[in-house]
């Protein structure tokens, strides 16, 4: 089947609306798969003629203390475990949290091929300072967008087409 992009962060970073971005600026726009959980939306995305399942994610919760969080966090597992690519989302107004080191270990020990993604730098001028984000460890360059203004997002849908 098609290769799988999957989103993964800590609440709040903008996975949703980095979703709902890439699948704006895809070509291909296809129905969302009936049956699918609500926590979970998959998309399939076109650029550059190649093709993906996009997947948003309710959201990785460090400890989850109520029902809902361990679901979700479940919910979570389960996409990694069939994903090709992992987009990991952290928030360049808040910096890295100790969530999103949770999260980086986390996906260190998948070994799932992952882009860091820095959501929120709403403006290029000045250049964004992202030395903070290499902290996570992920062997990756950060790659700076803003999903609500669509900034850079041309170049985060070349990074993942690259890595499929
Ligand atoms: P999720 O919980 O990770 O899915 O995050 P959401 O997509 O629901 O977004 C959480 C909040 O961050 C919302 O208030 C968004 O409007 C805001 N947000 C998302 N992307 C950006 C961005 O690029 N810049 C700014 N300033 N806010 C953003
Ligand atoms: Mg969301």
């Given at each position: 089947g098609k290769p799988v992009v999957v989103i993964v962060g800590r609440?709040?970073?903008?996975k949703s609306t980095l979703f709902n971005r890439l699948v704006g600026k895809g070509v291909a726009i296809v129905e969302e798969e009936p049956?699918?959980?609500?926590?979970r939306l998959y998309r399939e995305v076109e650029w550059c003629g190649r093709e993906f399942v996009l997947v948003d994610t309710g959201g990785v919760v460090e400890?989850?203390?109520?029902p809902l969080e361990v679901a979700i966090r479940r919910q979570v597992e389960q996409a990694l475990e069939e994903?090709?690519?992992?987009?990991?989302v952290v928030d360049y107004k808040t910096g890295v949290t100790a969530e999103d080191q949770a999260i980086a270990s986390m996906l260190r020990r998948t070994g799932k091929p992952t882009l860091l993604v820095v959501n929120k730098?709403?403006?290029f001028d000045p250049p964004?300072?992202?030395?903070?984000?290499?902290?996570?460890?992920?062997s990756t360059e950060p790659i700076p967008v803003s999903a609500a203004q669509g900034l850079n997002v041309g170049d985060l849908l070349d990074a993942v087409i690259d890595r499929l």
């Open positions: 609440p709040n970073v903008g049956g699918v959980t609500r926590d400890s989850p203390e109520s994903a090709d690519l992992v987009l990991f730098v709403d403006k964004p300072v992202l030395s903070d984000f290499y902290a996570l460890g992920l």
